[in-house]
């Protein structure tokens, strides 16, 4: 299926005539930022026809040199006090113009951002990075597939509550582990059924939702496609997750681990190549990998992503808390292993055939999916380029292995790895590279600032 024959997508002309016929009175002309949240402007209907489609709109370039409470850091050489914080532009990208439909009478295009004065992608931002190793696949003949297995846990508490309560004792829907319970799932229906329904009439086919192993704990899952329509979908879901969840006066969270005492929350990337035009997988083979039928080109990308998967990290877990999700027995990985069909392995084979895929359990539901998916295709070029052969294929428990890598335990760590990796260099750019280890330090020094309710807790009295 073809994104125009996707319900709720729409084009040009359907847009026009629904802005005429007042059926659609505003466009949201976004962006996903390095926290991949969607920033942007809401554009009547009229104006975005009548001027944005020929001339774009503009944004300030602070937004991709600013944190997470919109304070700009000092420190990147993409723009700073000393440039004037000047503009850049948002091209709107039509093949991904739909109805935002959970919003009345809301169009949403997401747009590329492009240089103020050239017509060039701005390098750093999130969709440029991944649009740049597409473009590299396709040079070698390939097109990648993927998707995204996103988790988020939902809470009777609305934000404005949890923010009363400075996010302590929060009340999650449920009691306890519902991982696959229809009864406590219908407890949590009316906000994510609702979910499901909106996605499915904005251009986010929708397969199904789940209990997951945490209380108040879901998956739903979005139906397959290329990875920059793929991480469109995935970024679309976290929005309207959220703004949904407002207008059912509860919260949701995307937040890898929000407590230490329950599951974290795990965004599961699956990935295969297939030729050109998309039209033939490319995995599947005569080579035999245990019960796997595979290809080489199978065997070199799983190869090179586990080679390269520590020097990336922090584009699959970016904050210090998105850490506090890998233990021991957790379904999220601790070991660097590929295994058939094992959750306990950070790469799980799955499928047969054409849906032959590899499944990566290491990003977090708080990774951006544009940077997770473009360090997953850089890294799997490299192993077709190189043809790097990935360790045996491990059977058992990950969890009890001694002997393998370990991903790392602290973003600290990432961040270490990230910054010496030559291949990162070359893979990315110099300016990229140092860009986004600008990004995670600040992430990190954030936090190695704050004093938390659990210092507070434990010293306070007793220190």
């Given at each position: 299926m073809t994104s125009s024959q996707v319900p709720g997508m729409l084009n040009v002309e359907t847009l026009k005539q629904m802005v005429a016929d007042e059926r659609i009175e505003t466009v949201l002309a976004v962006f996903p930022d390095m926290y991949g949240r969607l920033m942007?402007?809401?554009?009547?209907?009229?104006?975005?026809?009548?001027?944005?489609?020929?001339?774009?709109?503009?944004?300030?370039?602070?937004?991709?040199?600013?944190?997470?409470?919109?304070?700009?850091?000092?420190?990147?050489?993409?723009?700073?006090?000393?440039?004037?914080?000047?503009?850049?532009?948002?091209?709107?990208?039509?093949?991904?113009?739909?109805?935002?439909?959970?919003?009345?009478?809301?169009?949403?295009?997401?747009c590329d951002l492009l240089n103020e004065e050239k017509d060039e992608l701005v390098e750093i931002a999130p969709r440029s990075i991944l649009r740049k190793q597409i473009e590299r696949a396709a040079a070698m003949g390939y097109s990648a597939m993927g998707g995204?297995?996103?988790?988020?846990?939902?809470?009777?508490?609305?934000?404005?509550?949890?923010?009363?309560?400075?996010?302590?004792?929060?009340?999650?829907?449920?009691?306890?582990?519902?991982?696959?319970h229809i009864f406590q799932g219908t407890k949590e229906e009316f906000v994510i059924g609702e979910i499901r329904r909106h996605l499915d009439r904005s251009g986010v086919p929708v397969e199904?939702?789940?209990?997951?192993?945490?209380?108040?704990?879901?998956e739903i899952n979005l139906r397959y496609a290329d990875f920059l329509e793929?991480?469109?979908?995935?970024?679309?879901?976290?929005?309207?997750?959220?703004?949904?969840?407002?207008?059912?006066?509860?919260?949701?969270?995307?937040m890898a681990k929000w407590d230490e005492r329950y599951a974290g929350s795990g965004l599961h990337l699956h990935a295969s190549l297939w030729d050109a035009d998309g039209s033939k997988p490319l995995f599947?083979?005569?080579?035999?990998?245990?019960?796997?039928?595979?290809?080489?080109?199978?065997?070199?990308?799983?190869?090179?992503?586990?080679?390269?998967?520590?020097?990336?990290?922090?584009?699959?877990?970016?904050?210090?808390?998105?850490?506090?999700?890998?233990?021991?027995?957790?379904?999220?990985?601790?070991?660097?292993a590929w295994s058939y069909d094992n959750r306990t392995a950070g790469f799980r084979i799955v499928g047969h055939g054409p849906s032959l895929?590899?499944?990566?359990?290491?990003?977090?539901?708080?990774?951006?999916?544009?940077?997770?998916?473009?360090?997953?295709?850089?890294?799997?070029?490299?192993?077709?380029?190189?043809?790097?052969?990935?360790?045996p294929m491990f059977t058992g428990d990950v969890y009890a292995a001694a002997d393998l890598p370990h991903v790392p335990r602290t973003l600290n760590e990432a961040i270490q790895e990230f910054e010496k990796s030559a291949w990162a260099c070359e893979a990315f750019g110099d300016a990229i590279v140092e860009h986004y280890l600008h990004f995670f330090r600040t992430e990190q020094r954030k936090f190695d600032e704050a004093v938390t309710s659990?210092?507070?807790?434990?010293y306070f009295e007793r220190a």
């Open positions: 942007g402007k809401r554009i009547t209907g009229r104006y975005f026809v009548d001027e944005v489609l020929e001339h774009s709109v503009h944004a300030c370039d602070y937004l991709l040199a600013c944190d997470m409470e919109m304070d700009p850091v000092a420190g990147y050489a993409f723009t700073s006090w000393a440039s004037g914080y000047g503009d850049f532009r948002l091209v709107p990208d039509l093949k991904t113009l739909r109805v935002a439909s959970w919003l009345e009478k809301n169009a949403m295009v997401i995204s297995e996103l988790e988020l846990y939902v809470f009777k508490d609305t934000y404005e509550e949890a923010a009363r309560k400075q996010y302590n004792n929060l009340e999650p829907f449920g009691q306890y582990i519902e991982d696959y199904f939702s789940k209990g997951e192993w945490g209380p108040g704990q879901q793929m991480s469109d979908r995935h970024t679309i879901y976290k929005h309207a997750a959220k703004e949904i969840a407002l207008q059912k006066n509860c919260a949701v969270t995307f599947p083979g005569k080579e035999n990998l245990g019960p796997i039928h595979s290809s080489p080109l199978f065997r070199y990308f799983l190869g090179g992503w586990m080679a390269h998967i520590r020097e990336v990290y922090p584009f699959y877990a970016p904050y210090p808390t998105s850490y506090k999700r890998y233990r021991a027995g957790s379904f999220a990985p601790t070991g660097i895929r590899i499944e990566c359990r290491a990003p977090g539901a708080d990774a951006n999916i544009y940077l997770a998916f473009a360090a997953t295709l850089a890294a799997g070029l490299d192993g077709i380029k190189n043809k790097i052969e990935p360790p659990w210092e507070r807790a434990r």
